[in-house]
């Protein structure tokens, strides 16, 4: 029996009511992200530099849902009043992109022939490499026909060049769209992720330090590509070496290094699997909660402490809020202002006054192993500064008169 909603007269009927189809889950999200980011702001792209860091930070809920949301950091740090100078400068970004043009240069001759070199020797010179266009509307798009054509490459055994090609990589319940330099298929249908970077390479070797956050970025880029190799029926081997490109010792010649991203891979993989929901801190946000920069600043500053933070040193030169949460930190007297290591050892112990406290013997469990060192610790400390207790010359006296 169909039931209509309304009132019918003695014959008749009324048409029934037309209901709106619901939005699905997936919409109603991507409109709640966008009410938390303002009417009519762009969303700013979460880049692989980024999913690198918030990997590396996996309980912090303010930068998920900052980046899921897409809000830009940079302009909200500033607009409460502390500035990040975090971030590549502008002549970096201009030196970049003429060195990564002169590594693509002639179809990408160059490029693929430091791929041949530093990790497949073993096949056909690239003589003849096919470079497909990459180009669509939208990340969407673009990341469809990446997929195609990686798909028909891999089949051809010959070397391909896929210049900038967007991937997807699902983070937190909400897609990421990631642009790696290159994707280089080998003609044994394998795939290669390809960084391309302005430092130097001294006598073949880099910065450790820059190197490792090249290898984080790639780790995420790899990601992204064994989940585009897992929807294909023959699936495709994305190799866990990846290229490194930089120019060679102080000239703008490109040399390249492989690098093993083997254990950045499984730490990445490991860590966006922790990452709460971003629809889960959606949901527990305050209605109307919003973080447009052009908000007052107390109402902008309510709606990011609205969101639990998990601020560490390590921040400060991985996202754009660590100025003004290391200041929240440090007036809440939370011990992981003083790092993670100290955090890890302190158990339980999550604000300074409460250490200093098990310190002195003034709270904590005795059979808790971080008092019991704390307490330890400060028993040595005052023996130490007992021992070392500066002693005062008695005066000197000649003849019973002191001088």
């Known amino acids: ?148 054509a990686l798909r028909e490459a891999t089949g051809t055994q010959g070397w391909t060049l896929l210049d900038h090609p967007m991937l997807a990589l699902d983070v937190a319940g909400s897609p990421a769209y990631l642009e790696p330099d290159a994707v280089v298929v080998h003609p044994d249908g394998t795939w290669t992720v390809v960084e391309i970077k302005s430092f130097p390479m ?26 585009v190799a897992a929807r294909m029926e023959s699936v495709p081997k994305v190799r866990h070496r990846v290229l490194l490109v930089c120019p060679k010792d102080f000239s703008n010649l490109p040399t390249a290094s492989a690098v093993d991203i083997r254990k950045q891979r499984a730490v990445t993989a490991r860590q966006l699997t922790r990452l709460t929901r971003i629809e889960d801190i959606a949901d527990a946000l305050p209605e109307g909660t919003c973080f447009a920069p052009d908000l007052p600043p107390a109402e902008l500053t309510a709606a990011v402490e609205s969101v639990p933070a998990t601020y560490a040193p390590e921040c400060l030169s991985a996202c754009e809020l660590a100025f003004h949460c290391r200041t929240r930190s440090r007036e809440a007297g939370a011990v992981t202002s003083l790092g993670r290591s100290v955090r890890a050892e302190l158990g339980g112990l999550a604000t300074v006054e409460d250490v200093l406290a098990a310190a002195r013997g003034e709270a904590g469990d005795p059979d808790d192993p971080a008092v019991a060192a704390l307490r330890r610790a400060a028993q040595l400390r005052a023996e130490a500064l007992e021992g070392h207790r500066p002693q005062v010359p008695a005066p000197v006296t000649a003849g019973g008169a002191a001088w």
Do not use: W
């Open 1 to 148: 029996m169909s039931t209509f909603h309304g009132s019918a007269s003695h014959g008749s009927q009324t048409e029934p009511s037309r209901v709106p189809l619901p939005r699905t889950r997936g919409t109603a999200l991507r409109q709640r992200l966008a009410e938390l980011r303002g009417p009519e702001v762009p969303a700013k792209a979460l880049d692989a530099r980024a999913l690198a860091a918030l990997a590396s930070n996996p309980g912090c809920r303010r930068r998920a849902i900052l980046d899921g949301a897409g809000v830009d950091k940079t302009a909200l740090a500033s607009a409460l009043g502390s500035p990040s100078a975090f971030g590549q400068s502008q002549f970096a970004l201009t030196r970049g992109n003429a060195f990564e043009a002169k590594v693509k240069a002639d179809g990408g001759a160059e490029l693929l022939r430091l791929v041949h070199e530093r990790l497949d020797r073993s096949a056909e010179p690239p003589t003849d490499a096919q470079v497909p266009d990459l180009t669509a509307i939208g990340p969407e798009g673009r990341t469809a026909r990446t997929a195609l």
């Open 202 to 227: 001294l006598d073949g070797s880099a910065d450790p330090s820059k190197v490792g956050a090249a290898a984080r970025q790639a780790a995420v880029y790899v990601l992204a590509l064994e989940e």
